[in-house]
């Protein structure tokens, strides 16, 4: 079966700019959970989504959001880029909530120049 | 705050030989903790995982070991193998939040042939 997609695979922007990132869960998962890598960093949770309501947030400002579909689609978008934007985001998904049956897709790597 | 510390971030080990990574973390609610394997330009995959219930789980070449009155867990690789060369995430959650996942920084373990 299709894993999880997410689209675009590499992104260049520039500060100031928004970005809107999309992630396709693998088909029956309901749960998408989004992530922010950086060097030295680990990864950091952005936001979980369930049915499309959300049901838990990291520690990023206002200017990170998101959103689920009624199909479990999902999208991230961050305005007025930074500089210290600049990551690999990775989306999961899972069939349920918990921490069991997370799929990772391959990421967006997002530049802002 | 990190929660989850990976103070190794890199380990080299010969073929063949033991691989250990260390994994401590300071939320004591944590009750579910997991290893991930990623490499360069894919997502993370899940490795293996551990309940707070059980002090080890097994899984093939792949052993965790936790131990939680030290709110510490390792990961055992024998042997270790050319294409375990990756960098290893340890996760950590709790179900009084939701499962939301926290990672550590990640290790790179680069086995030598």
């Known amino acids: 079966k299709a894993g999880v997609t997410q689209t675009p695979r590499y992104l260049i922007k520039t500060r100031g700019q928004q970005v809107t990132l999309s992630c396709s869960p693998i088909s029956g998962h309901r749960s998408v959970s989004w992530y922010q890598q950086t060097p030295g960093q680990g990864l950091q949770f952005l936001f979980e989504y369930f049915s499309e309501t959300q049901r838990n947030k990291g520690n990023f400002p206002g200017r990170f959001s998101g959103r689920q579909f009624s199909n479990s689609r999902s999208e991230m978008n961050v305005s007025t880029l930074e500089l210290g934007d600049s990551a690999l985001y990775l989306c999961?998904?899972?069939?349920?909530?918990?921490?069991?049956?997370?799929?990772f897709g391959s990421g967006t790597r997002l530049t802002v120049v | 705050d990190q929660q989850v510390k990976q103070n190794s971030p890199s380990l080299s080990v010969q073929e063949g030989r033991i691989s250990i990574l260390n994994c401590d973390y300071t939320?004591?609610?944590?009750?579910?903790f997991l290893w991930y394997k990623k490499y360069p330009a894919e997502g993370p995959t899940f490795l293996i995982s551990i309940s707070s219930i059980k002090d080890k789980n097994e899984d093939g070449r792949f052993t965790v070991f936790l131990n939680k009155s030290a709110k510490h867990l390792s990961l055992h690789i024998v042997p270790s193998q050319p294409g375990d060369s990756a960098v290893y995430f340890c996760a950590a959650s709790a179900r009084s939040n939701d499962y939301k996942l926290s990672f550590g920084a990640g290790t790179t373990v680069t086995v030598r042939a």
């Open positions: 999961a998904s899972s069939p349920t909530q918990g921490p069991a049956g997370y799929t």
């Open positions: 939320n004591s609610m944590f009750d579910y």
